[in-house]
């Protein structure tokens, strides 16, 4: 704004001069430009040196330019100056910076601003006068209609992203705890499960060796074999192993037995072998989430995984019988802690792909993943 005025004022001084127009009430104008300049030059300095200026300046400041605006144009010639074009300006300006209301308000003021300069300078009356005060008004309307559109799409678009920031920093902050969680829960089995069975392995084998009992050496040996499928339980929670030597469709059947044994549920897994390449570890991932969620919150008795392949894209299907949910809560959910739905989301987005979620109460829920190809 304050370049944009800086650079008015030559553009005023030419238009006046180069522009015939009525040479009545014309005297006051070299004094309003100087004056009007002092204020560009001033503004322009305090915004290039950065300096905060008082609220009230701030308020003041379209006010005071409004009223220079009309103040040069009826010095130059009225509704005949070009400097009459400089009203165009501020709804423009207004729609980058204002709510469509505020918006809508400059535009109007500045229809009011000229109308009010035409109709007391000399030359009101004129017929030609009348006619460019009418057209400048139609046009003056026409910017201002869309100058307010534009601040509504602007300002629907900064709501958005002001939505979608906080989103995220709720997510970050959601996920760091439920890392935190996570690595206390890992922490708490490995020392409340797997290190108490292997320090009763390792009793029932001094038992062994001291009194040669072979039910110690099988009690011992049991403890051994209990602490290993713990152990590769957690290691497949961590990262599933299955993926890097079996591939894609044993890794998600190996994820669905799981959770079926876990959660007591009914799944199906279905892979085109033509869907494995670059987004393998981030299928296995989502899967295992959804999977969950779909379990574990819906209270599903069987879910269907399918992950299908064709030379534009590569789609994971998990559907599910439960008791479904309203999409339109999901921004609730996650603010209540429930991140694994948006977590995923912000992996798909990431991976330049799309998450799609259909779900009503009672009908079950059907979440699709469109990823691109792998080529």
Do not use: C
């Not at 500045?110 to 300078?121: D, K």
């Not at 987004?279 to 296995?284: F, R």
């Amino acid at each position: 704004m304050a370049l944009l005025r800086a650079a008015l004022v030559p553009v005023v001084w030419l238009g006046e001069r180069l522009v015939d127009h009525p040479r009545v009430h014309t005297a006051s104008f070299p004094f309003l430009l100087a004056a009007f300049a002092v204020w560009a030059a001033v503004m322009l300095a305090l915004r290039v040196a950065r300096r905060r200026t008082p609220l009230w300046l701030d308020r003041a400041e379209p006010f005071v330019d409004l009223a220079a605006i009309t103040a040069l144009t009826y010095a130059s010639g009225g509704p005949f100056s070009e400097t009459a074009t400089a009203f165009f300006a501020l709804p423009v300006l207004a729609a980058a910076r204002l709510r469509p209301r505020l918006t809508a308000g400059w535009a109007l003021g500045s229809i009011a601003a000229f109308v009010a300069l035409s109709v007391v300078h000399p030359t009101a009356g004129e017929s030609e006068a009348t006619e460019r005060m009418i057209s400048q008004v139609v046009y003056l309307a026409w910017i201002g209609a869309a100058a307010t559109l534009v601040s509504a799409v602007l300002h629907r678009r900064d709501a958005a992203i002001a939505r979608l920031a906080t989103q995220r920093e709720r997510l970050a902050a959601q996920a760091l705890a439920a890392e935190q969680r996570e690595r206390r829960r890992l922490a708490q089995l490995l020392h409340d499960e797997s290190v108490q069975t292997l320090s009763v392995a390792r009793q029932e084998l001094a038992d062994y060796q001291r009194t040669g009992r072979e039910d110690a050496y099988e009690r011992a040996a049991g403890a051994l074999d209990e602490s290993l499928a713990q152990l590769r339980g957690e290691i497949f929670e961590l990262h599933p192993y299955v993926l890097d030597h079996a591939g894609l469709p044993a890794a998600l059947r190996a994820i669905a037995d799981r959770a079926a044994e876990r959660l007591g549920a009914e799944i199906t897994v279905a892979v085109d072998p033509a869907a494995a390449g670059r987004h393998d570890e981030l299928i296995v991932v989502l899967a295992r989430e959804l999977l969950t969620n779909a379990v574990k919150h819906s209270g599903a008795r069987h879910v269907v995984v399918s992950v299908a392949a064709d030379p534009e894209r590569i789609e994971l299907e998990v559907r599910d019988d439960g008791a479904g949910f309203d999409p339109g809560r999901r921004e609730s959910a996650l603010a209540a802690g429930h991140v694994g739905l948006a977590s995923s989301e912000q992996r798909v987005r990431s991976a330049g792909g799309e998450l799609l979620v259909s779900s009503t109460p009672g009908s079950g829920t059907r979440v699709q993943v469109v990823l691109p190809p792998n080529g």
